[in-house]
């Protein structure tokens, strides 16, 4: 049997079939009797919108590309509520912009469930877009707005709601090594702070010696494999060779996404306590079809599109004894924070890789948090914390005040 140009779900169904290993394959598990729990808690908030603002974000990032968020504000009853729509291509995000105007269907009275349903029914991008992935940012994006507006407006905010309490939150930090990959990334972040750990992407350029210094500095707690995304940049072909010096290289790293193929399945089945999974995973459905239980997870929100998806995975690992930490797609807006607040709740000591935005600029100042993170929940909402309201970088502060020139001649 073959792996190579096969879907992922295909590629798990045939590792089922091989019976590599007794336990290799995930036994059929039944969701928790309550398994809506946290869903429950926000689910029937009354929800009024009278009004949805799309407005623009753009920054240069450390991995070298222009990064277009849109925040999605929606108005109701004197308050505001926000998310943050982190779809990749500019393309789909001007064309979003283009129909502003068009978004009056949100108007109403509802509850955050009967909200969820509308937007889950809508058709979110006025063209098609460039990857199909992105309609679960967009959702995502209107439906934390949505939450953090009828708490705002129930005067709650989501750990009242949902019966948790915000506490400091571990981060780490994504960093480019560069082509060909070199330490130079990591010993200036770590000049900042010498307590810095980081989640990193293996690519073939990873030498031994690269290998080597990394575990002499024993900070990467997480190194991401790329093995499953498609019609990306970042995809990665799957190397035996690599996946087996960077599992051996680096023994307390998480290993993430790796590729199951004929060629990598006997190194990862031997290692898959260590195996994590991002990509793959947008409900408990895809949980229960992985090749082998998960002791972790990357749980990234906009790939669950909708809240309920989202709480009810957390609950789901929560009941079968699997550890999380969360992942962000370089929010710029308001989602940032709202990752950071879910990670306070859900997984505060993960790897979450969930720095403050400012380490994804191109040019990261100095005076960085740490981690980890203070809590910073606003006292009503699902908001987090605080973040620049600046279309752009190159805009001058609110307040801003030019310093006077002299006049030539005096």
Same mark, same amino acid.
């Given at each position: 049997?073959?792996?190579d140009?096969?879907?992922?779900?295909e590629?798990?169904?045939?590792?089922?079939?091989?019976?590599?290993?007794?336990?290799?394959?995930?036994?059929?598990?039944?969701?928790?009797?309550?398994?809506d729990?946290?869903?429950?808690?926000v689910?029937?908030?009354?929800?009024?919108?009278?009004?949805?603002?799309?407005?623009?974000?753009?920054?240069?990032?450390s991995?070298?590309?222009?990064?277009?968020?849109?925040?999605?504000?929606?108005?109701?009853?004197?308050?505001?509520?926000?998310?943050?729509?982190?779809?990749?291509?500019?393309?789909?995000?001007?064309?979003?912009?283009?129909?502003?105007?068009?978004?009056?269907?949100?108007?109403?009275?509802?509850?955050v469930?009967?909200?969820?349903?509308?937007?889950?029914?809508?058709?979110?991008?006025?063209?098609?877009?460039?990857?199909?992935?992105?309609?679960?940012?967009?959702?995502?994006?209107?439906e934390?707005?949505?939450?953090?507006?009828?708490?705002r407006?129930?005067?709650?905010?989501?750990?009242?709601?949902?019966?948790?309490?915000?506490?400091?939150?571990?981060?780490?930090?994504?960093?480019?090594?560069?082509?060909?990959?070199?330490?130079?990334?990591?010993?200036?972040?770590?000049?900042?702070?010498?307590?810095?750990?980081?989640?990193?992407?293996?690519?073939?350029?990873?030498?031994?010696?690269?290998?080597?210094?990394?575990?002499?500095?024993?900070?990467?707690?997480?190194?991401?494999?790329?093995?499953?995304?498609r019609?990306? #940049?970042?995809?990665?072909?799957?190397?035996? +060779?690599?996946? !087996?010096? /960077?599992? @051996?290289?680096? &023994? =307390?790293?998480?290993i $993430?996404?790796?590729?199951?193929?004929?060629?990598?399945?006997?190194?990862?089945?031997?290692?898959?306590?260590?195996?994590?999974?991002?990509?793959?995973?947008?409900?408990?459905?895809?949980?229960?079809?992985?090749?082998?239980?998960?002791?972790?997870?990357?749980?990234?929100?906009?790939?669950?599109?909708?809240?309920?998806?989202?709480?009810?995975?957390?609950?789901?690992?929560?009941?079968?004894?699997?550890?999380?930490?969360?992942?962000?797609?370089?929010?710029?807006g308001?989602?940032?924070g709202?990752?950071?607040?879910?990670?306070?709740?859900?997984?505060?000591?993960?790897?979450?890789?969930?720095?403050?935005?400012?380490?994804?600029?191109?040019?990261?100042?100095?005076?960085?948090?740490?981690s980890?993170?203070?809590?910073?929940?606003?006292? #009503?909402?699902?908001?987090?914390?605080?973040? +620049?309201t600046? !279309?752009? /970088?190159? @805009?001058?502060? &609110? =307040?801003?005040?030019? $310093?006077?020139r002299?006049?030539?001649?005096?």
């Amino acid at each position: 049997m073959s792996f190579d140009g096969r879907s992922f779900a295909e590629d798990l169904q045939g590792v089922r079939q091989r019976g590599l290993s007794e336990g290799s394959a995930t036994a059929p598990l039944d969701l928790a009797p309550n398994a809506d729990a946290t869903y429950a808690r926000v689910a029937e908030l009354p929800l009024s919108v009278e009004n949805c603002d799309l407005l623009p974000l753009v920054r240069d990032t450390s991995s070298g590309f222009t990064k277009v968020s849109i925040v999605v504000r929606l108005t109701g009853d004197g308050h505001q509520g926000e998310g943050e729509d982190i779809t990749w291509d500019q393309i789909d995000q001007i064309e979003q912009l283009r129909r502003a105007g068009e978004l009056s269907w949100l108007r109403g009275r509802r509850t955050v469930d009967e909200f969820s349903a509308l937007v889950g029914l809508a058709d979110l991008f006025p063209v098609e877009p460039i990857r199909d992935s992105v309609r679960f940012y967009r959702r995502w994006a209107f439906e934390s707005a949505a939450l953090d507006l009828a708490l705002r407006q129930n005067g709650l905010s989501l750990q009242d709601c949902v019966g948790r309490v915000a506490t400091p939150v571990a981060f780490v930090v994504s960093v480019t090594l560069g082509e060909p990959a070199s330490i130079a990334p990591v010993r200036a972040m770590r000049s900042m702070d010498p307590g810095l750990h980081f989640k990193l992407d293996a690519t073939a350029s990873w030498d031994d010696d690269l290998l080597a210094e990394l575990a002499l500095l024993g900070c990467v707690d997480v190194v991401d494999m790329k093995g499953h995304y498609r019609n990306a #940049t970042v995809a990665m072909d799957p190397d035996s +060779d690599l996946y !087996r010096r /960077v599992i @051996e290289e680096l &023994p =307390g790293a998480w290993i $993430e996404d790796p590729a199951v193929t004929n060629h990598t399945i006997e190194i990862l089945e031997r290692h898959r306590s260590r195996i994590t999974w991002d990509e793959p995973i947008h409900s408990v459905d895809d949980i229960e079809a992985l090749p082998w239980p998960p002791r972790m997870l990357n749980i990234k929100p906009a790939r669950f599109g909708s809240v309920r998806e989202l709480f009810q995975t957390y609950d789901y690992c929560e009941a079968h004894g699997i550890g999380a930490y969360g992942g962000g797609m370089f929010e710029q807006g308001p989602g940032r924070g709202q990752l950071q607040y879910l990670a306070s709740l859900f997984h505060p000591d993960g790897p979450n890789d969930l720095a403050p935005a400012g380490y994804n600029l191109q040019r990261p100042a100095g005076d960085l948090p740490h981690s980890p993170l203070r809590p910073q929940p606003h006292q #009503t909402g699902f908001r987090w914390g605080s973040y +620049d309201t600046r !279309r752009s /970088v190159r @805009e001058r502060p &609110p =307040g801003h005040r030019p $310093e006077a020139r002299p006049r030539a001649g005096l």
